[in-house]
């Protein structure tokens, strides 16, 4: 398992920007695949964007496409989502996730039972 700690978390108002970051730590973080998933109280963990154990490949939920983009170094052990054009829908909060996911299919990467680890999460909140 791959041990993660997100951050950049907090307010924003609406159009702004914020970036999140993943630290990962354990010897598989290079062969696992990432992905970011969202959670509002009384609703279910949501997918928003996942990338490919190489970073070659990403995928996104509908809602944020074209707004948000993920990136992965595994040099640095870090993924991080750039979140742009912010909504007061995108307030959540945002977990961090790891999973020897292989294949290039979007549905591997956007349940939820495809990640053995995950981070304790990162409140943003979108408002004015």
């Known amino acids: 398992q791959v041990r993660l700690a997100e951050s950049g978390g907090g307010l924003v108002q609406p159009g702004g920007s914020l970036v999140l970051s993943c630290a990962a730590s354990?010897?598989?973080?290079?062969?696992?695949?990432m992905g970011w998933f969202r959670q509002v109280p009384g609703k279910e963990r949501e997918f928003v964007s996942a990338?490919?154990?190489?970073?070659?490949?990403?995928y996104y939920a509908d809602s944020v496409k074209g707004r948000f983009t993920i990136s992965k170094d595994n040099t640095e052990n870090a993924v991080w989502l750039q979140m742009n054009g912010l909504k007061p829908e995108d307030t959540a909060v945002y977990y961090c996730?790891?999973?020897?996911?292989?294949?290039?299919?979007?549905?591997?990467?956007?349940?939820?039972?495809?990640?053995?680890?995950w981070g304790q999460g990162t409140q943003v909140t979108v408002s004015s």
């Open positions: 996730a790891a999973g020897p996911i292989v294949g290039g299919r979007s549905i591997y990467y956007s349940n939820t039972g495809a990640y053995d680890s």
């Open positions: 354990g010897p598989t973080f290079m062969s696992y695949a």
């Open positions: 990338i490919n154990w190489s970073g070659t490949d990403t």
